[in-house]
């Protein structure tokens, strides 16, 4: 095995970029299809990995979509996140703050408290049984209306417990931050921490706007920042966390070829960079692998290595000593120069 593959294997690590219904893997999509009697438009396994070719993030989300039509039950929601941990776990993953998408559910008829419920056993269950911590991130989803967004705030509002925080997702162009600013404002007061996917395809004003309108505490993506010389400059100094996802930009036809991927111009520009899956089971990888093909795309050093895995801890929601202990375990493993 190669020294970089080990170190990364190593390395204890956070995931703060994973959709968990991206997280469905063709086998379990057709165990629970059956459980459900529901009817996929897939005649089989492979056909459903022949069918994930996307040009743009749309292509993606119309096929993402349709593929959580599988999800009915809170065991549904369990077993999909159970499965997702176990997964992470593996990778050496230590602490996860799981994005989930609500209004793809509600939408279809599915409670939220059934999400919600299958979710939290889930997550309890990890902590228990796999060491690995994890907490849920719920986002809106973009291309709705505010109204709805607001909607989907108060059901959340009643399971205020289980929820450490709101994000927004789904399609970019033609939805700016700020058509989400009341409600944003909103989650703020109730206490819950915000971030937003901005920069992936839309332009930098939607980074901007995700710092200055929605308050965001970390950007998720923000590959197009690098547009934006001044905007570098700020999240440079403000220590903004990027939550970057190389297999998923290169799997959307956000960068062409993984040797060409931003993040080496992130970190020679200062930037807080994580590394993550964003949907492992669309775009064919975990964070292991992520952390593999970027780190052989753009060589990135050993330093640089630890360095994206001590930042994963430094942006997380995690106590400040639990952040402390895995840092300085990170630490001893690269002093160790295995
Ligand atoms: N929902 C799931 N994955 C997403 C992504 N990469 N961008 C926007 N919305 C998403
Ligand atoms: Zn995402």
Same mark, same amino acid.
């Not at 994973?18 to 005649?43: C, D, Q, W």
């Not at 570098?232 to 956000?254: D, F, I, K, Y």
């Given at each position: 095995m190669s020294d970089t593959r080990k170190l990364i294997e190593r390395l204890p690590k956070c995931? @703060? &970029?994973? &959709?968990?219904? %991206?997280?469905?893997?063709?086998?379990?999509?057709?165990? /629970?299809? $059956?459980?459900?009697?529901? !009817? @996929? +438009?897939?005649?089989s396994v492979d056909a459903v990995r022949r069918a994930y070719r996307f040009g743009n993030l749309q292509d993606f989300l119309d096929i993402y979509y349709r593929g959580m039509s599988v999800l009915m039950t809170e065991q549904d929601?369990?077993?999909l996140a159970f499965a997702y941990l176990q997964r992470a776990q593996a990778d050496n993953v230590r602490h996860v703050e799981m994005?989930?998408?609500?209004? %793809? &559910? !509600?939408?279809? %008829?599915?409670?939220?408290g059934t999400v919600i419920g299958g979710l939290s056993r889930a997550v309890a269950d990890a902590g228990r049984l796999l060491g690995v911590e994890a907490s849920l991130i #719920?986002?809106? /989803?973009? &291309?709705?209306?505010? =109204?709805?967004?607001? $909607? !989907? *705030?108060?059901?959340a509002l009643v399971f205020r417990d289980k929820i450490v925080g709101v994000g927004l997702d789904s399609s970019e162009q033609g939805h700016p931050p700020s058509k989400f600013a009341r409600v944003f404002a909103r989650a703020r007061d109730a206490g819950l921490f915000v971030t937003a996917h901005a920069g992936e395809e839309g332009p930098p004003s939607y980074v901007w706007e995700?710092?200055?309108?929605l308050g965001v505490g970390r950007v998720d993506h923000g590959n197009r920042s690098l547009e934006d010389?001044?905007?570098? %400059?700020? *999240?440079?100094?403000?220590? #903004?966390? /990027? !939550?970057?996802? +190389? @297999?998923?930009? *290169?799997?959307?036809?956000?960068?062409?070829?993984?040797?060409r991927h931003p993040l080496r111009r992130m970190l020679d520009k200062g930037l807080v960079v994580t590394v993550n899956s964003d949907d492992p089971a669309y775009f064919g990888g975990y964070v292991n692998h992520n952390f593999r093909a970027v780190s052989e795309a753009i060589a990135l050093s050993r330093e640089e290595i630890v360095a994206i =895995?001590?930042?994963?801890? =430094?942006?997380?929601l995690m106590p400040a000593a639990a952040k402390a202990d895995a840092i300085a375990e990170i630490d001893r493993i690269a002093a160790r120069g295995e």
């Open positions: 995931e @703060l &970029h994973i &959709h968990i219904e %991206g997280s469905l893997e063709p086998e379990l999509m057709f165990a /629970l299809a $059956k459980r459900n009697n529901v !009817t @996929l +438009p897939y005649a929601f369990y077993d994005f989930f998408d609500p209004q %793809g &559910h !509600t939408s279809r %008829g599915i409670a939220f #719920m986002c809106f /989803l973009r &291309h709705l209306d505010e =109204a709805d967004a607001q $909607k !989907t *705030l108060d059901s995700a710092l200055d309108i010389a001044t905007l570098v %400059g700020r *999240l440079a100094r403000e220590r #903004m966390a /990027l !939550t970057v996802c +190389p @297999l998923s930009n *290169l799997r959307l036809q956000v960068v062409d070829d993984l040797t =895995a001590r930042n994963s801890f =430094a942006a997380s």
